[in-house]
């Protein structure tokens, strides 16, 4: 009969404990539904998701408490966990710290994925695979800590010591694999999309020379449409290792031409060709003015170049092509040489031999 009386005792304590920990649990859940209406949901969440962690570990402990206490097992049990955490109290404390820790960064991995991807054009599963292995990353981080530790309380410092090196090698091999391989390619792709320096339809010289318009950033590579109406899969890796030139960031860019001219002409003269030149430009603007700059003194020519604005990008290539032409034509016109890239010109009367006079005798 004692038993059985013991028993109801125990069962009725266990009932009233869940029964209290589902209402404060439903409390906290309603607490939790009131302040994501007032503010940030995931904030919020993570807040109710602690203090419901809270109430149910110490709704377990209470019946543990219990259950040692109907059976006559406090004393033995309260003997041995207090020798247990009188000896490993620091490394207990330490544990729970990991724990809790790990948890929170987990928690706000979730909201910074949850946020980004509001705002950012990767794709779906994409986001997802990064966040699994953010995840994996720290369950395995968070596991071997907590090897660690119980190893060190079971005495076993050494094999601790070995895991520790073991894993942070591990972590070395797989970090540089990423910044080789195709994980860094997508890693790399993976920042081009968060600093977007270019988005698509703006025409790019990006990887040494590729120079088109940006059909499609994705998480391996860039598409780009060349002149040559060609599409060109870039390694994003490759992208990132060399310059960027957005063409259509600003409202407006700069068309530049070089041409070397004798010193036998005037300077002036050469001015007024060359913006003569950039007028008669069709995509070339006459406001902000063109203007021309002295580039180079060489041994036999002066190097000049030309300066003007054009608002259509997208038309670099036509537009210099109808600038040089309009170089060409009209110096040819005026009767201007053009003496680049090292071209020596040979006139007929520097040619013709001219023989020596006799000195006439006296």
């Known amino acids: 009969m004692p038993f059985i009386q013991d028993y109801l005792v125990l069962t009725g304590i266990v009932i009233v404990t869940i029964v209290i920990l589902k209402f404060s649990s439903h409390f906290v859940t309603r607490i939790t ?36 206490i109907t059976f006559g097992l406090h004393g033995v049990i309260l003997d041995s966990l207090w020798a247990f955490l009188s000896g490993n109290a620091f490394r207990l404390g330490v544990m729970l710290v990991i724990v809790i820790t790990g948890y929170i960064v ?65 972590i070395g091999l797989v970090v540089s694999f990423a910044a080789t391989g195709p994980i860094g390619n997508a890693l790399s ?5 968060s600093w977007r320096p270019y988005k698509e339809g703006d025409r790019v010289d990006i990887a040494n020379g590729v120079y088109g318009d940006v059909v499609e950033m994705e998480i391996m590579f860039t598409q780009i449409r060349t002149i040559k109406d060609e599409i060109v899969h870039v390694p994003n890796s490759h992208v990132l290792a060399n310059k960027i030139v957005n063409y259509s960031a600003l409202p407006q860019v700069i068309v530049h031409q070089e041409v070397t ?10 001015e007024k060709l060359l913006l003569e030149s950039a007028s008669k430009t069709e995509n070339l603007l006459a406001e902000p003015k063109p203007f021309v700059l002295v580039r180079r003194l060489d041994n036999y020519t002066v190097a000049f170049e030309i300066n003007a604005y054009t608002k259509k990008p997208s038309e670099l290539a036509n537009t210099y092509s109808e600038l040089m032409t309009n170089i060409l034509d009209i110096f040819e016109a005026a009767g201007v040489e053009i003496l680049s890239p090292q071209h020596i010109a040979l006139r007929k009367s520097e040619l013709t031999f001219k023989p020596k006079r006799e000195k006439k005798r006296s």
């Open 189 to 193: 792709g993976l920042v081009i999309m």
């Open 33 to 68: 539904k009131r302040f994501r209406s007032r503010g940030n949901e995931q904030l919020a969440d993570l807040a109710g998701s602690l203090i419901q962690a809270g109430i149910w570990i110490l709704g377990g402990f209470l019946i543990i408490v219990g259950v040692t």
């Open 261 to 270: 001219i004798g010193y036998d002409v005037p300077r002036k003269r050469v």
């Open 106 to 170: 987990l928690r706000i991995a979730s909201i910074f994925f949850s946020e980004y991807r509001r705002h950012s054009k990767l794709h779906p599963f994409t986001l997802s695979l990064f966040q699994h292995l953010v995840r994996y990353l720290v369950y395995a981080i968070v596991a071997v800590l907590l090897l660690t530790n119980v190893l060190v309380m079971a005495g076993l410092q050494t094999l601790a010591g070995t895991l520790v090196e073991l894993f942070t090698v591990f």
